[in-house]
């Protein structure tokens, strides 16, 4: 590929060119394992595998290497992406398993219209969440370990995290009381 050893050397030291040379030859292949094993987006997995190895190029050997070190990144940044969306799924499908744990919704439904139109104004009243409170939301019910994902997305302490957990069920049953018009300023 069109790599040498002194664009290796000088994206090291922080080279932005010489790392732009070594993305122009290598992404196409890493592309290409993106799309075999990533087929949810690709093309983000592709940014996050370039991003990886930047952070690491003083880790690969050699540029002889450099093209086996990125697919295995590639691989890496693949594989993970789909244990999360499974881990994700699964946590959606059990947090939706537990209605005891969400605001108490209007009294199950009779088919499957009546289901989908509270869906709906369960969404509607997530979307009236301020963007913080929706977050935490979401990471209680779907993350494995919220208080860690709290700290890295919102930079907040295991405290923090449960107040603002707590105001957001808080607003959320209002709002789901209220038909989905409530306002959460």
């Known amino acids: 590929m069109g790599v040498d050893h002194n664009d290796l050397q000088a994206a090291r030291k922080g080279d932005h060119d010489a790392f732009g040379r ?10 290409s394992v993106c799309r075999r094993r990533y087929l949810a ?6 940014q996050e595998t370039f991003l990886r190895a930047y952070r690491k190029l003083d ?27 499974t881990r994700r799924q699964r946590h959606e499908e059990r ?11 209007p009294p199950p439904p009779d088919d499957a219209t009546d289901h ?9 009243a997530l979307d ?43 607003n959320l049953a209002a709002t789901m009381r209220a038909g989905g018009e409530a306002n959460t300023a």
């Open 22 to 31: 070594i993305y122009d030859a290598y992404a196409p292949l890493v592309a």
């Open 116 to 124: 989908r139109e509270q869906l709906d104004r369960l969404t509607v």
């Open 95 to 105: 947090a939706m398993a537990q209605p005891a744990a969400l605001p108490k919704p």
């Open 128 to 170: 009236q969440l301020a963007d913080d409170e929706r977050l935490a939301i979401h990471l209680h019910y779907i993350e494995p370990d919220p208080i860690r994902a709290a700290k890295d997305a919102l930079g907040l302490s295991r405290s923090g995290f449960y107040k603002l957990l707590a105001r957001a069920k808080q």
């Open 41 to 46: 987006d690709p093309d983000d997995a592709l």
């Open 59 to 85: 880790d690969v050997e050699g540029t002889d290497k450099l093209a086996a070190w990125l697919c295995a990144i590639a691989r890496n940044v693949c594989s993970e992406r789909v244990r999360s969306a």
